[in-house]
T-cell receptor
Framework: SQTIHQWPATLVQPVGSPLSLECTVEGTSNPNLYWYRQAAGRGLQLLFY??????ISSEVPQNLSASRPQDRQFILSSKKLLLSDSGFYLCAWTGAPGLKFFGPGTRLTVL | AQSVTQPDIHITVSEGASLELRCNYS??????LFWYVQSPGQGLQLLLK??????LVQGIKGFEAEFKRSQSSFNLRKPSVHWSDAAEYFC????????????FGAGTTVTVRA
């Protein structure tokens, strides 16, 4: 069966520091991968999606970036974090159109 | 453009009582519709989905949802709520066969009182 991992589970970072969040999927090949952000009291905002290695589409302009160095690995990065980057970051994958499965999430607090 | 509205930010319900969560969407045709549940500090779990066919769909954990095209709604229901149903619930809508463009509602938090 397919599983999706995210780490770290929680992270506290100072403003201006770099960020790297990792997501890996097991049990499937060539999945579509997604990064979402969930701010307190708000819905999910799609940040990036990827249909293959090295292919990244950005939905929202910001100081975050994403990379897909391997088929089942998706990385969310920032060179300098802002206070507004705080939130809950969710990685997701789809193997079939319309069926999206989410990872456990990373809680990021920027101080 | 598609959009999803969940009118209720927070609902409190007694254990054993029925629950209904509202979801209204805006989309030019019949979209794919989903309900997800998120327990505190966790990722999202798919409860049920509607693609086509029977407008009453059954999901996991005893939940069901009904698609009403005339009302552009996809409300989630459960006849008898358990304390473990306390969570945040998200409705989502997207164009058929295109999961890049899935839009989520802001969510409804459900509190279950004993």
């Amino acid at each position: 069966s397919q599983t999706i991992h995210q780490w770290p589970a929680t992270l506290v970072q100072p403003v201006g520091s770099p960020l790297s969040l990792e997501c890996t999927v097991e049990g499937t090949s060539n999945p579509n991968l997604y990064w979402y952000r969930q701010a307190a009291g708000r819905g999910l905002q799609l940040l990036f999606y990827s249909v293959g290695i090295g292919q990244i589409s950005s939905e929202v302009p910001q100081n975050l970036s994403a990379s897909r160095p391997q088929d089942r690995q998706f990385i969310l990065s920032s060179k300098k974090l802002l206070l507004s980057d705080s939130g809950f970051y969710l990685c997701a994958w789809t193997g079939a159109p319309g069926l999206k499965f989410f990872g456990p999430g990373t809680r990021l607090t920027v101080l | 453009a598609q959009s999803v509205t969940q009118p209720d930010i927070h609902i409190t319900v007694s254990e054993g009582a029925s629950l209904e969560l509202r979801c209204n969407y805006s989309y030019g045709a019949t979209p794919y519709l989903f309900w997800y549940v998120q327990s505190p500090g966790q990722g999202l779990q798919l409860l049920l989905k509607y693609f086509s066919g029977d407008t009453l769909v059954q999901g996991i954990k005893g939940f069901e949802a009904e698609f009403k095209r005339s009302q552009s709604s996809f409300n989630l229901r459960k006849p008898s709520v358990h304390w473990s149903d306390a969570a945040e619930y998200f409705c989502a809508v997207g164009p058929p066969l295109n999961d890049y463009k899935l839009s989520f509602g802001a969510g409804t938090t459900v509190t279950v009182r004993a």
